[in-house]
């Protein structure tokens, strides 16, 4: 089975700074997804950020990106030029590339709370 | 936008209550979920459902059932509540065809008593 872990329980960043928020899998497959999603106090849990296991690019959405490092399999998400609007619990997952027997369901990490200083 | 609603955001129950919780998304999804988050634990899944009424155990479905009689509502039951069950409920749906993202409802906080 697969495993999703997120080493940091909480971290802190100063507003305008730049933070990486670490993430680890175990998986026996070759083809997946990892995405990272936030779940601001309010609860709504969005998507942040996904990859493809395929692609060796990075993904990068605006001042969200990731370093993907598929050996190693880590998965890391960088905040640049961080807001108050990004404290928030975030979480990694993983999912399956296949159809059917399971693979549609997501395994997340425990999380790691952000919060960011003024 | 895809919208996904749970039908309360607080609930209270007592021990051995019959509980649902009701989920309802608009965009046609095949797929859904019900998970369960608790503090420290991160999200683990309840069940999940690749369509109208096709449902799977997750990994912690003990003390829970489901429900999916139509496309857009999958209802997660709470047989008989125990205090072991006080957590954040959060449901997702997915579309089968359009990608691989999860969108996610706001979450029902159930007490139980």
């Known amino acids: 089975a697969q495993t999703v872990t997120q080493s940091q329980p909480e971290m802190s960043v100063q507003e305008a700074e730049t933070v990486t928020l670490s993430c680890t899998y175990d998986?026996?497959?070759?083809?997946?997804?990892l995405f990272w999603y936030k779940q601001p106090p309010s609860r709504q849990m969005i998507l942040v950020i996904r990859?493809?296991?395929?692609?060796?690019q990075n993904a990068t959405e605006n001042r969200f990106s990731v370093n993907f490092q598929k050996a190693a399999k880590s998965f890391s998400l960088k905040i640049s030029d961080s807001q108050l609007g990004d404290a928030a619990m975030y979480f990694c997952?993983?999912?399956?590339?296949?159809?059917?027997?399971?693979?549609?369901?997501?395994?997340f990490g425990k999380g790691t709370k952000l919060t960011v200083n003024p | 936008d895809v919208k996904v609603t749970q039908s309360s955001r607080y609930l209270v129950k007592r021990t051995g209550e019959k509980v649902f919780l009701e989920c309802v998304q608009d965009?046609?999804?095949?797929?859904m979920f019900w998970y369960r988050q608790d503090p420290g634990l991160g999200l683990r899944l309840i069940y999940f459902?690749?369509?109208?009424?096709?449902?799977e155990k997750g990994d912690i479905p003990e003390g829970y059932s489901v429900s999916r009689e139509k496309k857009e509502r999958f209802s997660l039951i709470l047989e008989s509540a125990s205090t072991n069950q006080t957590s954040m409920y959060l449901c997702?749906?997915?579309?089968?065809?359009?990608?691989?993202?999860?969108?996610f409802g706001p979450g029902t906080r159930l007490t139980v008593l």
């Open positions: 997702a749906s997915r579309s089968f065809l359009r990608g691989n993202e999860q969108f």
């Open positions: 998986t026996s497959e070759s083809d997946y997804y």
């Open positions: 990859q493809e296991a395929y692609k060796q």
């Open positions: 997952a993983y999912r399956s590339a296949g159809q059917g027997g399971g693979s549609e369901k997501l395994v």
């Open positions: 965009m046609d999804h095949e797929n």
């Open positions: 459902s690749y369509d109208v009424k096709m449902k």
